[in-house]
């Protein structure tokens, strides 16, 4: 009997690092089991740390909850950075002038797979509650 591979998503948009930031720590951990994914971002001393530690996070107990899959098979398939919107500010500066910058956020795309938990077979009844079922 072969056991199907499953894949959840989840997704973390608006997120306001930079892209480019949030890539470094995203490639420590892609292709790498979740529960090794969680424990490196634990310590990984960047800002970025927290955000793709959640949206992992979250695809684990989608997967674990809603599709009913096995902890400890889940892989990460896919972990996306993606440039957000931009918000166009302006710092003031002298002599009346105005310089633009823009506020960059980030989309995080997680993918995981894994496989079904194992179905529990109903516990087969005593013989003395067959007997009483029949009377």
């Known amino acids: 009997m072969a056991t199907e591979v499953y894949t959840v998503r989840s997704y973390a948009k608006g997120v306001d690092i930079a892209p480019r930031k949030v890539s470094v720590v995203a490639s ?6 979740v529960a090794d994914a969680l424990v490196i971002l634990d310590h990984v001393p960047r800002r970025a740390g927290l ?6 996070a979250s695809a ?12 400890s098979s889940l892989q990460i398939t896919t972990l996306s950075v993606t440039v957000g ?6 710092k003031p500066h002298m002599r009346g002038m105005a310089l633009p910058f823009q506020k960059i ?3 995080i795309l997680v993918e995981i797979s894994g496989t079904e ?5 109903p516990a087969a009844k005593p013989a003395a509650a067959k007997k009483e079922e029949e009377a």
Do not use: C, E, M
């Open 28 to 33: 420590l951990v892609r292709n790498r089991s």
């Open 60 to 71: 684990q107990a989608n997967a674990v909850n809603n599709h009913g899959l096995d902890a």
């Open 117 to 121: 938990k194992p179905k529990k077979k």
């Open 51 to 56: 955000p793709i530690k959640k949206a992992i």
């Open 105 to 107: 956020s980030t989309n």
């Open 85 to 90: 919107k931009r918000l166009k500010r302006f």
